[in-house]
């Protein structure tokens, strides 16, 4: 599949999309590291998708999904505590 720009790729509209959730989730957290970091992490994943789309290269392209990849498991990790303290619902966690 070819995409003509960045915004294209679902997996990037996704990304955004559980951004502005984490931020509507934790709005009233007054965890502000936890939340930082989460968020952070979070936002980590939509631009490295697309930053690499950018670079124009395949490699490239395939390096930064790597990293997005691993910020997704630092979300999920994140979550998990975010669970275990009460920060969000079980609906909001799955």
């Keep these: 599949m070819k995409f003509d720009k960045f915004e ?3 997996s990037w509209q996704i990304a955004r999309e559980m951004v502005l959730d984490l931020y509507r989730i934790f709005a009233e ?3 502000y590291d936890f939340k930082r970091q ?3 992490a979070a936002v980590s994943i939509m631009n490295n998708i ?3 789309f950018e670079r124009q290269t395949n490699s490239e392209f395939k390096q930064f ?3 997005a990849k691993g910020s997704c498991a630092e979300v999920r990790s994140m979550l998990y505590i975010g ?3 009460n920060y969000l619902s079980q609906k909001d966690f799955n």
Excluded: F, M, P, S
């Design 38 to 40: 989460i968020i952070r």
């Design 8 to 10: 294209d790729i679902q």
């Design 65 to 67: 999904l790597y990293i």
């Design 83 to 85: 669970l275990e303290l």
């Design 29 to 31: 957290n007054k965890d």
């Design 50 to 52: 697309a930053e690499g």
